[in-house]
Protein backbone atom coordinates (compact mmCIF):
# COMPACT_ATOMS: atom_id res chain seq x y z
CA UNK A 1 0.00 0.00 0.00
CA UNK A 2 0.96 3.67 -0.19
CA UNK A 3 2.77 5.01 2.00
CA UNK A 4 2.22 8.63 1.71
CA UNK A 5 -0.99 10.49 3.04
CA UNK A 6 -4.22 9.81 0.99
CA UNK A 7 -3.37 7.51 -1.31
CA UNK A 8 -3.78 4.37 1.11
CA UNK A 9 -7.79 6.18 1.76
CA UNK A 10 -8.52 6.23 -1.74
CA UNK A 11 -7.55 3.42 -3.76
CA UNK A 12 -9.35 0.59 -4.31
CA UNK A 13 -7.10 -1.59 -5.05
CA UNK A 14 -2.72 -1.23 -5.33
CA UNK A 15 -0.68 -3.40 -8.28
CA UNK A 16 2.83 -4.05 -8.29
CA UNK A 17 4.72 -5.34 -10.77
CA UNK A 18 4.30 -9.12 -11.50
CA UNK A 19 6.79 -10.86 -9.27
CA UNK A 20 8.22 -12.37 -12.89
CA UNK A 21 10.91 -9.76 -12.95
CA UNK A 22 12.35 -10.28 -9.38
CA UNK A 23 13.09 -14.19 -10.93
CA UNK A 24 16.65 -12.67 -12.83
CA UNK A 25 17.86 -11.04 -9.30
CA UNK A 26 17.30 -13.90 -7.29
CA UNK A 27 19.06 -16.20 -9.99
CA UNK A 28 21.82 -13.63 -9.65
CA UNK A 29 21.76 -13.15 -6.09
CA UNK A 30 22.47 -16.74 -5.57
CA UNK A 31 25.36 -16.89 -8.50
CA UNK A 32 27.06 -14.04 -7.49
CA UNK A 33 27.28 -15.66 -4.21
CA UNK A 34 28.74 -18.91 -5.13
CA UNK A 35 31.23 -17.57 -7.31
CA UNK A 36 31.94 -15.10 -5.24
CA UNK A 37 32.69 -17.54 -2.14
CA UNK A 38 34.12 -20.35 -4.39
CA UNK A 39 36.99 -17.53 -5.76
CA UNK A 40 37.55 -16.05 -2.25
CA UNK A 41 38.38 -19.82 -1.15
CA UNK A 42 40.55 -20.31 -4.21
CA UNK A 43 42.85 -17.14 -2.98
CA UNK A 44 45.83 -18.19 -2.18
CA UNK A 45 47.19 -17.38 1.23
CA UNK A 46 50.30 -15.27 2.16
CA UNK A 47 51.39 -11.98 0.12
CA UNK A 48 48.81 -12.66 -2.71
CA UNK A 49 46.02 -13.80 -1.09
CA UNK A 50 46.35 -10.92 1.56
CA UNK A 51 44.97 -8.50 -0.96
CA UNK A 52 43.08 -10.92 -3.43
CA UNK A 53 40.74 -12.17 -1.17
CA UNK A 54 39.14 -8.95 -0.29
CA UNK A 55 39.64 -7.65 -3.57
CA UNK A 56 36.90 -10.67 -4.77
CA UNK A 57 34.68 -10.08 -2.57
CA UNK A 58 34.33 -6.36 -3.09
CA UNK A 59 33.83 -7.33 -6.59
CA UNK A 60 30.85 -9.96 -5.81
CA UNK A 61 29.39 -7.62 -3.68
CA UNK A 62 29.67 -4.63 -6.48
CA UNK A 63 27.81 -7.53 -8.61
CA UNK A 64 24.79 -8.27 -6.04
CA UNK A 65 24.52 -4.55 -5.54
CA UNK A 66 23.80 -3.93 -9.28
CA UNK A 67 22.67 -6.92 -11.07
CA UNK A 68 20.13 -8.04 -7.63
CA UNK A 69 19.84 -5.31 -5.12
CA UNK A 70 19.02 -2.22 -7.38
CA UNK A 71 16.06 -4.12 -9.70
CA UNK A 72 14.48 -5.68 -6.40
CA UNK A 73 14.27 -2.38 -5.34
CA UNK A 74 13.23 -0.73 -8.48
CA UNK A 75 10.69 -2.98 -8.16
CA UNK A 76 9.98 -2.58 -4.97
CA UNK A 77 9.45 1.14 -5.56
CA UNK A 78 7.04 1.14 -8.51
CA UNK A 79 3.15 0.67 -7.62
CA UNK A 80 -0.42 1.61 -9.34
CA UNK A 81 -3.10 2.43 -7.09
CA UNK A 82 -6.41 2.95 -8.69
CA UNK A 83 -9.11 4.99 -7.35
CA UNK A 84 -12.63 5.28 -8.38
CA UNK A 85 -11.76 8.52 -11.02
CA UNK A 86 -8.00 8.07 -11.07
CA UNK A 87 -4.88 6.01 -12.05
CA UNK A 88 -1.91 7.17 -9.73
CA UNK A 89 1.74 5.43 -10.48
CA UNK A 90 4.63 6.29 -7.72
CA UNK A 91 7.91 4.94 -8.99
CA UNK A 92 11.26 5.33 -6.98
CA UNK A 93 12.96 4.44 -3.87
CA UNK A 94 15.10 6.92 -3.17
CA UNK A 95 13.77 9.95 -5.28
CA UNK A 96 9.75 9.26 -6.02
CA UNK A 97 7.74 10.17 -9.34
CA UNK A 98 4.11 10.72 -8.90
CA UNK A 99 1.95 10.52 -11.88
CA UNK A 100 -1.79 10.87 -11.77
CA UNK A 101 -3.93 9.93 -14.97
CA UNK A 102 -7.45 10.90 -14.37
CA UNK A 103 -9.89 8.70 -15.68
CA UNK A 104 -11.50 11.64 -17.95
CA UNK A 105 -8.64 11.72 -19.87
CA UNK A 106 -8.66 7.65 -21.09
CA UNK A 107 -10.16 6.35 -23.91
CA UNK A 108 -9.38 2.93 -24.50
CA UNK A 109 -7.63 0.19 -22.30
CA UNK A 110 -5.88 -3.11 -23.51
CA UNK A 111 -3.59 -5.73 -23.00
CA UNK A 112 -0.21 -6.56 -24.43
CA UNK A 113 1.04 -9.94 -23.77
CA UNK A 114 4.54 -10.31 -24.90
CA UNK A 115 5.43 -13.70 -24.75
CA UNK A 116 3.41 -17.13 -24.15
CA UNK A 117 4.72 -17.48 -20.38
CA UNK A 118 3.76 -13.70 -19.75
CA UNK A 119 0.37 -15.53 -21.13
CA UNK A 120 0.47 -18.15 -18.83
CA UNK A 121 1.67 -16.32 -15.74
CA UNK A 122 -1.72 -13.58 -16.29
CA UNK A 123 1.07 -10.85 -16.91
CA UNK A 124 1.07 -8.30 -19.21
CA UNK A 125 1.38 -4.71 -20.18
CA UNK A 126 -1.69 -2.64 -19.60
CA UNK A 127 -1.94 0.04 -22.56
CA UNK A 128 -3.86 3.45 -21.87
CA UNK A 129 -4.85 5.41 -24.75
CA UNK A 130 -5.39 9.12 -24.16
CA UNK A 131 -8.38 11.04 -25.09
CA UNK A 132 -6.36 13.73 -27.23
CA UNK A 133 -3.29 12.74 -29.23
CA UNK A 134 -0.99 12.19 -26.42
CA UNK A 135 1.28 9.11 -26.17
CA UNK A 136 -0.44 6.53 -24.56
CA UNK A 137 0.90 5.27 -21.34
CA UNK A 138 2.03 1.61 -21.23
CA UNK A 139 2.16 -0.20 -17.75
CA UNK A 140 4.66 -3.04 -18.34
CA UNK A 141 4.34 -6.73 -16.60
CA UNK A 142 1.20 -6.32 -14.30
CA UNK A 143 0.12 -9.51 -12.71
CA UNK A 144 -3.52 -10.41 -13.94
CA UNK A 145 -3.59 -8.11 -16.67
CA UNK A 146 -6.71 -9.45 -18.29
CA UNK A 147 -8.69 -8.77 -14.85
CA UNK A 148 -6.84 -5.27 -14.63
CA UNK A 149 -8.14 -3.91 -17.98
CA UNK A 150 -11.98 -5.10 -17.29
CA UNK A 151 -11.86 -2.96 -14.20
CA UNK A 152 -10.29 -0.09 -15.57
CA UNK A 153 -12.36 -0.23 -18.87
CA UNK A 154 -15.82 0.07 -16.18
CA UNK A 155 -14.01 3.21 -14.36
CA UNK A 156 -12.62 4.76 -18.02
CA UNK A 157 -16.41 3.94 -18.90
CA UNK A 158 -17.94 5.79 -16.57
CA UNK A 159 -15.46 8.48 -16.37
CA UNK A 160 -16.58 8.87 -19.98
CA UNK A 161 -19.78 9.08 -19.76
CA UNK A 162 -19.36 11.43 -17.11
CA UNK A 163 -17.81 13.59 -18.96
CA UNK A 164 -19.95 12.84 -22.51
CA UNK A 165 -23.00 14.53 -19.48
CA UNK A 166 -20.95 17.53 -18.91
CA UNK A 167 -20.53 18.49 -22.29
CA UNK A 168 -24.48 17.97 -23.45
CA UNK A 169 -25.64 20.09 -20.22
CA UNK A 170 -26.42 23.54 -22.14
CA UNK A 171 -24.40 26.52 -20.24
CA UNK A 172 -27.31 28.98 -18.96
CA UNK A 173 -28.43 31.70 -21.50
CA UNK A 174 -26.42 34.74 -20.00
CA UNK A 175 -28.26 37.77 -18.30
Known sequence: ?????????????????????????????????????????????????????????????????RWSVTPWLAWLGTLYAV???????????????????????????????ESLIDRMLGAGTLVLVPVSDRDRLELPGLPHAARLQSELMVLVERAASGRENRLTVADPEPL
Open 1 to 65: MFTDAGFEDEALFTVRPHWKHLIRPVAILFGVTAVTGFMAALAPPGAAGGWLQPVVLLAGLVALL
Open 83 to 113: SADRLTLRTGTLTHEVRVVPFVRVSDVFVEH
